[in-house]
């Protein structure tokens, strides 16, 4: 055998196995969504088919979750099920998680393309300037609706958000599954498996400096975050954070709706510090939260914390009728 046939096939086992791999994967992913179904209800906006869990009446209360989560992570935080005893709250996977689609093609899913298409949501589901709660890189989203559509929203509860440009190992080291081509080889091979080697140690800091609840783990299942088409949108807006906060950051003297901002004092995702607080005090006026042995999944350890910020910015009516 030449040594170019030894090439070729070795190159041709190479490809079989690659194959191989990604149909496994494949199958592991499309059997994740059977072991845990969508929960939720379907709407179609602007060619985008969304996935969004709905409970309760009175005034509305929009949750956006994080990057890597999932509606259902509001869920397991148990801040739904409490804001829903006395608002309509609609959370969303955000496209791309979830069982929400993220179409590819020339739409790059900025903050700001979202905001747009959650504002044609409202639009479809009959929900008047909400309160809008963001998580993480779901702040991001919460601030573009703020400032693109200030009348449609009465007001913003932030969580754990990050608000200014800084230099992100993270970013680096997940956005590679997002480029065309070398990342979906990635998505349906290699990244499956790095994803959950590493995702006990993710989860810790996430959570750090307390455990990760058994809640979250059933809401947000491991296997869910690791489909190819999950782990393209993670990818992706792990390359997107940085550019989108420059842009947003410029803008942030423009934001004139009541904003509420928390965060954990021990967040090892986003310093508190360097962005919480600096956001505070840049913006204003806010009303600001730093809660001690708190880490990044705020949600799930301050409840009390994220609902009295959502009933300040829109009282449930037992409220406004002892106060009357």
């Known amino acids: 055998m030449t040594p170019e046939q030894t090439v070729v096939g070795l ?35 602007d060619g985008v088919r969304l996935h969004y869990v709905e409970a309760g009446v009175g005034s509305p209360v929009v949750l956006f979750h994080g990057n890597g989560t999932r509606a259902e992570d ?64 779901g702040t991001l989203v919460a601030l573009a609706l703020g400032l693109d559509h200030p009348e449609r929203v009465r007001g913003l509860v932030l969580l754990g958000g ?6 992100r190992v993270d970013a680096l080291l997940f956005a590679p599954p997002a480029i065309p081509g070398l990342g979906d080889i ?73 904003i509420r901002i928390i965060a954990g004092a021990q967040d090892r995702v986003v310093d508190a510090e360097r962005h919480s607080v600096r956001f505070h005090r840049d913006v204003g006026p806010t009303k600001l939260r730093v809660i001690p042995q708190v880490g990044h999944m705020i949600h799930y350890f301050a409840q009390d914390e994220v609902v009295e910020a959502v009933n300040a910015l829109s009282p449930p009516r037992d409220i406004e009728q002892r106060s009357a």
Do not use: N
């Open 162 to 167: 990050y608000y200014y440009p800084t230099m």
């Open 74 to 137: 509001f869920r397991g935080s148990g801040v739904f099920d409490r804001l829903a005893a006395a608002h309509r709250v609609v959370a969303f996977d955000r496209p791309g998680y979830g069982f929400s689609e993220r179409p590819r093609g020339t739409r790059i899913w900025t903050p700001e393309r979202q905001a747009g298409l959650f504002v044609a949501a409202f639009d479809r589901l009959g929900i008047e300037r909400p309160v809008v709660v963001g998580h993480s890189w």
């Open 186 to 258: 990635m998505r349906y091979t290699v990244s499956p498996v790095l994803g959950k080697l590493m995702m006990p140690a993710l989860l810790r800091q996430m959570f750090s400096p307390r455990r990760v609840p058994d809640t979250f783990r059933a809401a947000v299942p491991t296997a869910l975050m690791l489909r190819p088409w999950q782990l393209r949108a993670s990818a992706a807006e792990a390359g997107l954070m940085v550019p989108a906060a420059r842009r947003l950051r410029r803008r942030y003297g423009e934001l004139r709706i009541p």
């Open 11 to 45: 190159a041709v086992v190479c490809i079989a196995i690659l194959l191989v791999i990604a149909a496994l994967v494949r199958y592991r992913a499309r059997r994740a969504e059977t072991d845990y179904p969508p929960t939720g209800r379907f709407i179609e906006v």
